[in-house]
Structure formats: C-alpha cells, structure tokens
C-alpha cells in the first residue's frame, strides 16, 4: 500500500453505546496507519507513522449514542502538515503532524480492527474492538477536503434525511472489487487500488 501524504475520510454512526473501544474505521497496521474509533465517551481519530519516525497524533471529542453524527478525519501531511478532525460539519480540533504516513502492510477495516493497530499510542493486536451500531455514507478520500467541503457534505446529507435521518437500512457499494463481507464488519485488500485522485468510495447505510 502507497504512501499516505493526503486523506480524507467522512462517515455517520449511530452507536448503540460509547464508552468501550470500538473501531469505526482504520486502514494499516500498528506501525504505519490511520483510524477511526470510539471510546470513553468520545469520538478519535488519529494518524501514525512508526516507520518514518513519528508515535502518532490522536484528536478526540465528546459525542453521545442512538443519534446520528458526522466524523471526519482530514490528513495533509503536505500543504500544512496538520491532522483535522470534523464533528457534525464543524471544525473542532486540529493538531500537527509530523510526517506522511509510510507504506501499510495489513488490510484496512470497518467496524473492527484487523490484526493490529495503534490506538493513542497503544498497540492492540489481533482481530477485534467490533463496533456496535449503524455505519453509513462513508467517503475516502485521496485529497484534502476544505472547510467548505466538509460543511457542504454534512449539509447534504441533513437537507435530503433531516437531523434523525430516518431511513431504510441497505447496503451500496461502488468499490471496483468487492470486499470480504463478515458478519459484522467489512474489510478489503489492496486498498488503494480503490482509489484514484477523484473517485471516493461510497458506503451507505451499513
């Protein structure tokens, strides 16, 4: 898997509960990757590279259970050199890094963690931390979304569902191969074989 400099990834959950360790979304292992995940009553996310020198960066947020919220990571090792991390279209912390993210051995996931990765500095190994709740309209990236983007899509998707986002539960894929389905997570190889510079991956309503 390629080197990352730039990602953006978006998705909603609805948890059923926050306060145990739960993966939403990571892509790597424990030494070069990037995640997604709840714990403690929050919502994280963070971004590391063992392989270049760099422990990693973790933001997180308060964030509560049976609603619906936006989370987005935004990674730009290149213009800035900053980690971003958007709840429900808002900018709410923001963070330096301190270099891309090296080549990532291992498969990216969603809804639990596949074999390893580094959670806050802590490596956890194996497969696991299953998510329990409701996934839907995930977006992966290989560009840097503004603070206009990021508003744009989470004002989309309130205009068409409204704030509860009442709607059926199905599955869409538009992933040029189909991934690996388990009973309660989703997972891929070649990952960036998914992606281009302008396509993203779309996930709704898992």
Not at 43 to 54: E, P, Y
Not at 90 to 119: F, P
Not at 193 to 198: A, G, I, Q
Request: hydrophobic fraction near 35%; proline fraction near 1%; charge should be negative.
């Amino acid at each position: 898997n390629e080197e990352i400099k730039k990602r953006t990834v978006s998705l909603w959950y609805n948890a059923e509960s926050i306060d145990e360790t739960q993966i939403l979304y990571e892509e790597g292992k424990s030494l070069n990757g990037l995640n997604i995940y709840l714990s403690q009553g929050k919502v994280w996310i963070g971004g590391f590279s063992q392989t270049n020198g760099w422990s990693g960066k973790w933001l997180s947020y308060p964030t509560t259970s049976g609603v619906w919220h936006n989370i987005v990571l935004v990674f730009d090792s290149i213009n800035i050199g900053k980690i971003y991390l958007y709840y429900d279209g808002i900018l709410v912390s923001e963070a330096a890094v301190q270099s891309s993210i090296a080549q990532r051995a291992g498969k990216g996931a969603i809804g639990a963690m596949i074999e390893s990765t580094s959670l806050n500095g802590v490596v956890y190994n194996g497969d696991g931390l299953y998510y329990n709740g409701l996934i839907k309209n995930l977006l992966v990236y290989k560009s840097i979304l503004s603070n206009e983007e990021v508003s744009k899509l989470y004002n989309e998707v309130i205009q068409i569902f409204g704030e509860q986002q009442n709607i059926p539960i199905a599955v869409t894929y538009t992933f040029k191969s189909i991934p690996q389905i388990y009973e309660n997570y989703i997972t891929w190889s070649e990952f960036d074989n998914l992606l281009d510079d302008t396509n993203e991956i779309h996930l709704y309503n898992l």
